[in-house]
């Protein structure tokens, strides 16, 4: 029996652990496994090679992934269902591993309800995939903006300034609230809740009164931001669009540092992480949680359950509805960012 695999959307850490588990655990169940590059690119394109033991050796602890990845979606491509479910029937493939964040997981669902035989496994930074309480890529992107943060502290106090650490984050702000707590910034800005710049500004002032004379604002890429109680709020994007023809984000974190040095007279610098989040090798916890999804996935697609994805729920791997999992964004709740909030006073 022929199963595929492919990673789509923005790579992160932990993809060639998955990769390397499904082979694994596929070689026990009699499976041959098919790589298609570049995500659904690869169904689209009939661009695949085959994945062994040999293959997949010593990718464990290697960052991005040896399938490639792109944001194309198939329902966006002229007759590309038509095109996949042809790709799927001449080369023979029983089922399909889609590995990713909500976009190729949105698009697994659809193809599932047009009768597709699908398997999902989460995996984005963001960890804003419902269905999960936590995705792989998540632990190691906090890990490197805490660090960020760490090492930000240390050169703001030195020069007795603000300094505005801007991390990934579109939709929700996972990664901003992690890191923003675990590296004890005195600010966090996230895209759940608009960003009152004025407030920022009088919070800062009221710091330096008290003899702080360095401040660490974490902001998500995705924060929305109020200059002021008339305007309303603006998302920043720097006029682009990606491949996925959404607006490209980038610029929020050099708008919050000049306003807040206008509005304060404190001298403030930005600090962008960017893909440097994305990269590198995973930590532990990613490697385990990869590998327990990889494994539970291949389990899913000899059992026969199609239109899921592995999921963690408390400390067990499950099996939970794909349609769940992209019905909506999973957001910071309220009573978790409150913790933050203790913070900053």
């Known amino acids: 029996m022929k199963v595929a695999v492919l990673t789509g959307g923005g790579d992160c850490p932990g993809l060639n652990a998955v990769i390397r588990a499904i082979v694994r655990r596929a070689s026990e169940h009699g499976f041959e496994m098919m790589g298609l590059r570049d995500g659904w690119k690869g169904l689209l394109d009939d661009n695949h090679f085959r994945l062994t033991r040999e293959t997949t050796s010593g990718i464990l602890h290697r960052g991005g992934t040896i399938l490639g990845t792109s944001r194309v979606n198939p329902f966006k491509v002229e007759n590309g269902l038509e095109r996949v479910k042809r790709a799927i029937e001449r080369n023979g493939i029983h089922a399909v591993i889609a590995i990713g964040g909500e976009g190729t997981l949105s698009a697994a669902t659809r193809m599932s309800q047009e009768g597709l035989r699908i398997v999902g496994v989460p995996k984005t930074i963001d960890n804003d995939l419902n269905g999960t309480d936590f995705t792989f890529g998540f632990d190691t992107a906090v890990g490197i903006a805490t660090e960020a943060v760490d090492r930000l502290h240390s050169t703001a106090e030195s020069h007795k300034r603000v300094i505005v650490c801007e991390v990934m984050g579109r939709h929700v702000g996972w990664i901003a609230t992690y890191a923003g707590i675990a590296g004890g910034a005195d600010v966090i800005l996230v895209p759940e809740i608009p960003a009152d710049l004025e407030a920022v500004a009088q919070h800062l002032q009221r710091r330096n ?35 996925a023809g959404r607006p490209r984000l980038g610029g929020v974190g050099n708008i919050v540092a000049q306003e807040i040095e206008r509005r304060t007279g404190f001298e403030t610098r930005v600090s962008v992480l960017g893909h440097i989040q994305r990269g590198g090798a995973p930590t532990a916890h990613d490697r385990v949680l990869a590998t327990r999804f990889g494994v539970h996935a291949c389990d899913m697609v000899a059992r026969g359950e199609f239109g899921k994805m592995a999921a963690l729920r408390g400390n067990e791997i499950v099996s939970e509805h794909l349609s769940e999992a992209t019905r909506e964004l999973k957001r910071v709740p309220k009573e978790f960012f409150e913790v933050a909030q203790v913070f900053f006073g």
């Not at 660490?216 to 309303?232: F, L």
């Open 209 to 243: 009164a008290g003899g702080r004379t360095f401040s660490i604002v974490v902001v998500a890429e995705g924060t929305r931001i109020k200059m002021s109680a008339e305007q309303g709020e603006q998302l920043v994007t720097t006029g682009a669009l990606d491949e």
